[in-house]
């Protein structure tokens, strides 16, 4: 997808679809893709996720089972629609909803969520990606982190920082802190920033989820009265400003139909 400015200077946005030839990653979700520059060339890197067990491997009791995908990186050309996969030694296990950030050559796997062990691995995968004119050549380092985190949002503030935000520590609890992510020629730094002042409803809330806005800010929604199964019952939704020198959280909550009688219904507004 690209955005094509036209004559009336109005932006278009244009998508295309590209045959791939290769190693052909299968359906997936809570995978990672990113840009990768070196040598003048470009590439895209895929890693991780997870998908449903093949049909032909499907039994009664496993038919919506799923499972994370093998642990192979994706170097895709778009130029040419060519996929290649790379068996990578220092990455053994599966990981899904992980955090990807990414800088000239050098893409960094943090976080992730690894489902047989069911466990959050803190360490951060360093994958870098030389271009020459032969053959691609990836070399991967393990990190040592402290970030122990899955389903978080990752919001730029500069080309060489991000900041990310919410996600889980485990199957039900909520990571509440954020943290600034600075890269370097050759170094990623990982610092705890000011944490946001909550609200009760989000503190005490099983589930969020969200997406990134731009500039530090995220936007963050979540289920209103979980005892109220009717499926009109209210969302909560919350835009956090990190970019700026103050923190900024703002309510925009979305009521439920009970209380706007002439509001169109959720599937439609």
């Known amino acids: 997808m690209s955005?094509?400015?036209?004559?009336?200077?109005?932006?278009?946005?244009?998508?295309?679809?590209?045959?791939?030839?290769?190693d052909l990653p299968g359906a997936r979700y809570g995978h990672s893709i990113n840009v990768v520059h070196s040598r003048g060339k470009t590439a895209v890197v895929l890693f991780g996720g997870r998908s449903f067990i093949p049909l032909n491997q499907r039994t009664t009791e496993k038919w919506n089972s799923v499972t994370d995908c093998q642990p192979l990186v994706y170097l895709i050309d778009l130029q040419f629609g060519c996929s290649t996969a790379y068996t990578i030694k220092e990455i053994q296990d599966g990981r899904c909803f992980h955090v990807s950030v990414s800088r000239n050559d050098t893409v960094y796997i943090i976080g992730g969520h690894t489902l047989e062990s069911n466990i959050r691995p803190p360490n951060i995968y360093k994958i870098k990606v030389d271009l020459p004119l032969g053959s691609p050549n990836i070399t991967c380092t393990v990190l040592q982190s402290h970030?122990?985190?899955?389903?978080?949002?990752?919001?730029?503030?500069?080309?060489?920082?991000?900041?990310?935000?919410?996600?889980?520590?485990?199957?039900?609890?909520?990571r509440m802190i954020c943290n600034k992510v600075s890269l370097s020629n050759d170094t990623i730094n990982i610092q705890e920033v000011e944490t946001p002042d909550w609200t009760g409803d989000i503190k005490h809330s099983k589930t969020w989820f969200g997406a990134e806005m731009g500039h530090g800010a995220v936007l963050f929604g979540i289920p209103g009265d979980s005892k109220n199964q009717n499926s009109d019952s209210s969302f909560f939704f919350y835009v956090l400003n990190l970019g700026g020198e103050e923190v900024l959280m703002q309510s925009c909550s979305q009521g439920s139909l009970e209380e706007q009688e002439d509001s169109m219904p959720l599937e439609d507004s």
Not at 3 to 22: F, R, T
Not at 156 to 170: A, W
């Open 3 to 22: 955005i094509v400015p036209s004559a009336n200077k109005k932006s278009v946005l244009c998508c295309s679809e590209k045959d791939l030839v290769g």
């Open 147 to 174: 970030l122990s985190v899955s389903s978080a949002i990752v919001t730029h503030t500069s080309p060489d920082e991000f900041l990310i935000v919410g996600g889980y520590e485990s199957d039900s609890q909520k």
